[in-house]
């Protein structure tokens, strides 16, 4: 098993610019999550799906979008990117919702 | 809404010795788990030891040991015979044992570790 595989690993973009980054699991697990984490702190969560067809916001959704048609895939998109979105983007997956949430290694995210 | 705190931001251990690191939480619930989870220099999150609310036993795994007092709502991870390997950001988190809504981990600040050799 692959386990949470994400792309890109980095990636820099110009203000106003738009794109999604790829999550994908192979565990078959029904519960995913979209983190980002800012310098110096901990993950706050930006959307949830607890499965295929149903999202849900988490703290920070503002500025992001996400879709949930496979259990597999959860991609996050950004659109209009902002300075204030540089950070690093952390997918995670688990089986429900109290249990162990496997992370994917993150995304380096810059915008200029 | 649950928080976590941690309020040491840094800590150093010699090698070899034991470290404990703090953890509190607020919550209303009755019915969660606590994690402490580990974050390397390589950014991987990876999962350290885990405790349910409902049970009174320590989790313990290997070298790692938790302090859970339920009534005060602490939750320390006790580190014994600290390897260079354990340096790493550590996070304290939260969750609700509840399916569907809500169903998401809350984080600490974390803390830095650093084992000297």
């Known amino acids: 098993n692959a386990g949470v595989t994400q792309t890109p690993k980095f990636r820099i973009l110009k203000i106003g610019q738009s794109m999604t980054l790829q999550c994908t699991q192979d565990?078959?697990?029904?519960?995913m999550y979209w983190y980002r984490q800012d310098p110096g702190m901990g993950l706050k969560l930006i959307y949830y799906s607890v499965g295929a067809g149903i999202t849900d916001k988490g703290e920070v959704p503002n500025g992001y979008n996400v879709s949930r048609s496979t259990t597999e895939d959860f991609p996050l998109r950004l659109e209009l990117a902002a300075p204030s979105q540089t950070s690093v983007y952390f997918c995670?997956?688990?089986?429900?919702?109290?249990?162990?949430?496997?992370f994917g290694p993150g995304t380096r995210l810059t915008v200029l | 809404a649950q928080t976590v705190t941690q309020s040491q931001p840094e800590m150093s251990v010699q090698e070899a010795e034991t470290v404990t690191l703090s953890c509190t939480y607020d919550t209303s619930e009755s019915n969660y788990y606590l994690f402490w989870y580990k974050q390397p220099p390589s950014r991987q999150m990876i999962l350290v030891i885990r405790?349910?609310?409902?049970?009174?036993q320590n989790a313990t795994e290997n070298r790692f040991s938790v302090n859970f007092q339920k009534a005060a709502k602490s939750f320390s991870l006790k580190i014994s015979d600290s390897q260079l390997g354990d340096t790493a950001m550590y996070f304290c988190a939260f969750i609700r044992l509840h399916t569907g809504a809500n169903s998401k981990l809350t984080f600490g600040k974390g803390i830095t570790l650093s084992v000297r050799p």
């Open positions: 995670a997956s688990s089986t429900t919702g109290g249990n162990e949430q496997f």
């Open positions: 565990m078959n697990h029904n519960y």
């Open positions: 405790q349910e609310a409902y049970k009174q």
